[in-house]
């Protein structure tokens, strides 16, 4: 199975930027696309951001268009997402998954998660 390890969370003050770092496993994962989802206190889990399996077409949540950049390096089975102009309203516990389709990854339906790393934001 695909094992997924979020690192890079912190604690960053308003305007700053971060960057996420997901350590993918498993011979399949290449075959997928990756994406980012963040959940904060009290909220539902919400889609962030997904790019291909080759590394293109990268999508975006309106909110954070302009300012948050995913990426992935297959050789090294990782993905990230660059974080910057950081606003408090991003804190949340962010999750690197898998998915297949842009449409099913944007509504959550995924295939592997990983356990979250906490980004805060201060005003």
Do not use: H
């Amino acid at each position: 199975q695909v094992q997924l390890v979020e690192s890079g969370g912190g604690l960053v003050q308003a305007g700053g930027s971060l960057r996420l770092s997901c350590a993918a496993s498993g011979g399949t994962k290449i075959t997928y696309a990756m994406c980012w989802f963040r959940q904060a206190p009290g909220k539902d889990r919400e889609f962030v951001a997904t790019i291909s399996c080759t590394g293109s077409s990268p999508y975006y949540t309106d909110s954070v268009k302009g300012r948050f950049t995913i990426s992935r390096d297959n050789a090294a089975n990782m993905q990230y997402l660059q974080m910057n102009s950081l606003k408090p309203e991003a804190t949340a516990v962010y999750y690197c998954a898998t998915g297949t389709t842009r449409s099913a990854i944007v509504k959550g339906d995924v295939d592997y998660w990983g356990q979250g790393t906490q980004v805060t934001v201060s005003s």
